[in-house]
Nanobody
Framework: QVQPVESGGGLVQAGDSLRLSCTAS????????MAWFRQAPGTGREFVAA????????DFANFAKGRFTISRDNTKNMVYLQMNGLNPEDTAKYYC???????????????WGQGTQVAVSS
């Protein structure tokens, strides 16, 4: 079992950048694929990005490609989401998740954090 904990959210202006962090305590961190999802009010949870156990493979939602970067540091049990060029449509609660393999489906992830709020003003 692993418990993700997110941090780094906040209120920014359109065009700004933000880096979210996720630390995962518990079992060996490097056996899990890690991902970020987000959920805006009144909508379902949607896939943002994922990174493989070793970090050699990544996947991004179309809206994230070219703007967001996902990375991990297995020596620190950390995964990061660098978000550039933020716009108001990126306003959501962002969740870190741990699973077995890269997937865009929430069912592919067993362990979830509580989320960190990101708000982007125009």
């Amino acid at each position: 079992q692993v418990q993700p904990v997110e941090s780094g959210g906040g209120l920014v202006q359109a065009g700004d950048s933000l880096r979210l962090s996720c630390t995962a305590s518990g079992r060996r961190f490097d056996i899990f694929t890690m991902a970020w999802f987000r959920q805006a009010p009144g909508t379902g949870r949607e896939f943002v990005a994922a990174i493989s156990r070793s970090g050699d493979a990544t996947d991004f939602a179309n809206f994230a490609k070219g703007r967001f970067t996902i990375s991990r540091d297995n020596t620190k049990n950390m995964v990061y989401l660098q978000m550039n060029g933020l716009n108001p449509e990126d306003t959501a609660k962002y969740y870190c998740a741990a699973g077995g393999r890269i997937s865009r489906d929430i069912s592919g992830y067993l362990y979830w954090g509580q989320g960190t709020q990101v708000a982007v003003s125009s």
